[in-house]
């Protein structure tokens, strides 16, 4: 699984950024606030994603997609839970699966087998069939918040409406 002991941050912070997502590393072994599962999961505090070196990259890219999804309301309370619906959550797994491409070094494949090793379950068994043979409801939920285009590319904007 692929964690920030080796992979670099600022490759993250370089495609957070554009989102007004803040990275914000902690020294391991320190409890990360606003993680939802715990151990070296990501957490989210209002626009600060915490992480540490053990955390997985897949953590801190669907924390951040949670954030990127979510309607400015919820945003600016955000703390551990992102809330939102079943739609929602399909959303924010696609979105990571996408931005992943986007990080030098890693793909959307990659993060698929670190979904699946970390035990997401998805109805066909997979992240990767999943995403490939079932994910229409999520695609159009992006696209109509204006978070994908119509060639299913990140417009590197936030939702802003609910």
Not at 90 to 96: D, G
Request: hydrophobic share 40%; with cysteine; glycine share 8%.
């Amino acid at each position: 699984m692929q964690t920030f002991t080796n992979y670099p941050l600022a490759e993250l912070h370089k495609l957070l950024a554009v989102y007004g997502l803040n990275i914000k590393k902690l020294p391991d072994n320190q409890v990360i606030a606003g993680s939802f599962w715990g151990e070296s999961e990501a957490g989210l505090v209002g626009a600060a994603l915490l992480l540490r070196r053990d955390t997985p990259v897949h953590s801190a890219l669907h924390e951040a997609c949670h954030y990127i999804c979510m309607p400015p309301e919820r945003r600016s309370d955000l703390h551990t839970d992102a809330g939102g619906d079943y739609a929602e959550e399909n959303a924010v797994c696609y979105l990571q699966i996408l931005l992943a491409d986007y990080l030098p070094g890693l793909s959307g494949e990659k993060i698929m087998v670190d979904m699946d090793n970390w035990g997401y379950s998805f109805r066909l068994g997979s992240a990767r069939a999943w995403f490939n043979e079932d994910a229409d409801d999520a695609i159009t939920w992006l696209q109509n918040y204006g978070l994908i285009d119509e060639q299913r590319k990140p417009t590197w904007k936030l939702r802003n409406k609910d």
